[in-house]
Each structure stands twice: as C-alpha cells, then as structure tokens.
C-alpha cells in the first residue's frame, strides 16, 4: 500500500481530515490532520488528537514497513494551505496570501503592476462562480500613529482567479494578542 493511501485511510478512520503529508530529510515523517469541517461549526485539533492520531500512525506504520525515523503529526496552524474549493468556501471573508502560476499581464489588470504574482487580501466569491481577492495597497498606519479622519482611503483592489491558476494559497497568519479582531479590508 503506498504511503499516501495509508495515511489517508488510517486519518479518515480516526475521524480526522488530511491536510498535508511531507517527508523531509533525515526520516522525518509529516502529518498534517484537521477536523472535518461543516458551515456555521468551527472546530479545531488539540494535542489530544494529535496522540491519538500518531499513535494509530506508528502502528500502521510499522505493520506496513515504512522506513521513517520520526513522524511528527500536527494541526494545520496560522497559515493553513488552502488546497480544495471546500477549503476556500470555508475560509471565505477571511485574511488569504495567494501566488498564482503565472504573473498578472498589464493588460485588463487595472492597477495592479505588471508581473506580479503575490496577493494579500480578503477572500470572496467573485459573481462569476470563480473566487476574488480584495486589498488595498495603502500601508497600515504604525502602532500608536494618529490617522486623520478627512482622509480618503485607499482604493480597493480586486484580482480574479480560479483554482486551476493558483500555485499556493494560506491562511495570512493574524496573531492579535489585545483580544481585537484584526480590521478588516475597507473599514475605517
């Protein structure tokens, strides 16, 4: 059985989602789980999960051979991959990084320069059916930096793609440790 399919069918059996299996150098063994997902329930993996979890792994493991020296099972954390259209309808409205296959061409693109391949922005369904990602350019005022109310803000912009032109898409990892949600795109 190969390793991928082992993996797979030994975390589904748990009750767990694979996110992510990587083999690194010296033997290392990654295993990336997270719960099953439903809309309006958001739940999230412990450190008991993840015993449980490399336990049943080690055991199938060694019943099957693989060579690994240490295996290492984890949540997806702050910057989550984003890998299947089930991942992005989750994590809609929510603060994404993207890196598409191919740079923007200057041509239709609006504002955004030529040859760029990086967003940061707030993720949505564009009307098309496809998904868009909404930013501004402007810079975040600095910590503690009084921002004048008379003035404009940044205009919004908004890039559509779809999945099949994505090369990589995370989570954008927002650690707040004042308790305030993150301001979101556009609100002053």
Do not use: H
């Not at 299996?21 to 997270?34: F, H, K, M, P, Q």
């Not at 239709?108 to 320069?113: E, I, L, N």
């Amino acid at each position: 059985m190969a390793l991928q399919d082992l993996v797979q069918q030994t975390v589904t059996g748990l009750g767990y989602e694979l996110v992510e299996i990587e083999r690194s150098a010296g033997g290392l063994l990654r295993v990336t789980i997270d719960l099953p997902w439903a809309p309006g329930q958001e739940q999230f993996v412990n450190v008991e999960d993840c015993e449980k979890v490399t336990r049943q792994l080690q055991y199938a493991l060694e019943v099957e051979g693989v060579d690994y020296k240490r295996l290492e099972v984890s949540s997806p954390g702050l910057d989550r991959p984003l890998r299947n259209e089930r991942d992005f309808e989750r994590f809609a409205g929510e603060l994404v990084d993207i890196t598409l296959k191919a740079p923007v061409g200057a041509a239709g693109a609006g504002q955004v320069s030529a040859n760029r391949k990086k967003f940061r922005g707030q993720l949505s369904r564009a009307e098309s059916g496809s998904w868009q990602l909404v930013w501004s350019d402007a810079p975040e005022p600095k910590p503690g930096q009084k921002v004048s109310r008379k003035r404009e803000p940044a205009p919004l912009q908004a890039i559509g793609f779809s999945l099949d032109e994505l090369k990589e898409a995370r989570l954008a990892p927002v650690v707040d440790f004042k308790g305030r949600k993150p301001r979101q795109t556009g609100e002053t």
